[in-house]
């Protein structure tokens, strides 16, 4: 977890954490999110977790996935009630770009070119590498939505490509 075990069951932050917060290390959705799955006894932790448009991104590892959703979506059901939002859940697998964006999107990805440009990215620490993602134009209403935050994941610039 995020906080250690004594933060976990207070309302309090002890020293250390929060100094883990004041240095931006932790996120207050972190301390949140780190609670809620205390009190469901849930062990396996998040990878990550970030809002957005206020929905709350939640990654976690390949195979933790179905810990997280819980028996007929209870767990993810109870996070949601104890954040006060709508929570997708997205899983982070490991191996190839394509593998870990399809996991991510839960969509088959055609392909992915990569652009290299020069220009030293403006904002952000991007690696000036970008992503084109290529994917059925069915999947567009629920892959569009995602480009941000599958860039945020892989720390790249991404866009989708339906074709
Ligand atoms: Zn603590």
Redesign the pocket.
């Known amino acids: 977890m995020k906080?250690?075990?004594?933060?976990?069951s207070?309302d309090l932050?002890?020293?250390?954490?929060?100094r883990?917060l004041d240095e931006g290390m932790i996120t207050k959705t972190d301390i949140a999110l780190s609670r809620a799955l205390h009190e469901i006894n849930q062990k396996s932790d998040f990878i990550e977790a970030f809002e957005e448009n206020g929905r709350l991104f939640l990654i976690v590892d390949t195979k933790h996935t179905k810990e997280f959703i819980g028996p007929g979506g209870k767990n993810i059901r109870k996070l949601s009630e104890a954040l006060g939002k709508p929570i997708k859940l997205m899983e982070k697998a490991t191996g190839t770009e394509k593998h870990i964006i399809e996991k991510l999107i839960g969509a088959p990805v055609l392909g992915i070119n990569k652009v290299y440009s020069n220009q030293k990215a403006s904002k952000e620490n991007t690696s000036g590498e970008s992503f084109k993602v290529r994917v059925e134009r069915r999947y567009v209403r629920n892959v569009q939505p995602l480009a941000g935050v599958v860039g945020k994941i892989l720390n790249k610039k991404v866009s989708f490509v339906f074709e």
Not at 3 to 8: E, G, R
Request: glycine share 8%.
């Open positions: 906080i250690c075990k004594v933060c976990l207070s932050l002890c020293s250390g954490c929060s883990k």
